[in-house]
């Protein structure tokens, strides 16, 4: 099969696509994984007002089910498992990693450049990983590593500096 590239017909085609591709982020022109990170903020926002911390992690939780999915399913259709636009890899690994760093801009900011630098660079594993799981679980797993690189990051910045 060959590699398709998604339009707003095929978005809203099936709600596999629509999740996968991070609610039409993954649409963007260039760099549709730093518009997915972005995705991120608003929804975390939300959670954090109307929220309580187990309903921000049932969020994520489900998310990541519905990503496994969605990517699975959406990679398929595009003929690549793991499609650049496919950005809801990155909208629930940034959820988590917001979870853990809260609301305040500075530090989002400080952990948004984190991510997108393990997202785009792969250090191992997750380059290995990226290369040999080639599904949806594959394809939000890889992801998830770049949280933990940007958490651990973040928290020895903020033990050293006493804040990020």
Sequence with gaps: MTAVSPT???LVRHPAHFIALGFGSGLAPFAPGTFGTLVAI??????H?????????VVIVLLFAL?????????????????GSIVIDEVVAFLLVLFFVGGEP????FAFLLFRV???????PIRRLDATLKNGFGVMLDDL????????????AVRFTGSA
Excluded: E, M
Excluded at 118 to 124: E, L, T
């Design 145 to 156: 590593l770049a949280a933990a690189y940007t958490l651990f990051v973040f928290a020895v």
């Design 8 to 10: 707003l017909h095929f």
């Design 67 to 83: 990503g496994v999915w969605a990517s699975d399913v959406t990679g398929r259709d595009l003929g690549v498992p793991d499609h």
């Design 118 to 124: 393990f997202d785009i660079a792969k250090p191992p």
């Design 49 to 57: 007002v109307y929220g309580n911390d187990v309903v921000f992690i």
């Design 42 to 47: 608003p929804i975390a926002a939300v959670l």
């Design 106 to 109: 500075l530090r989002q900011a």
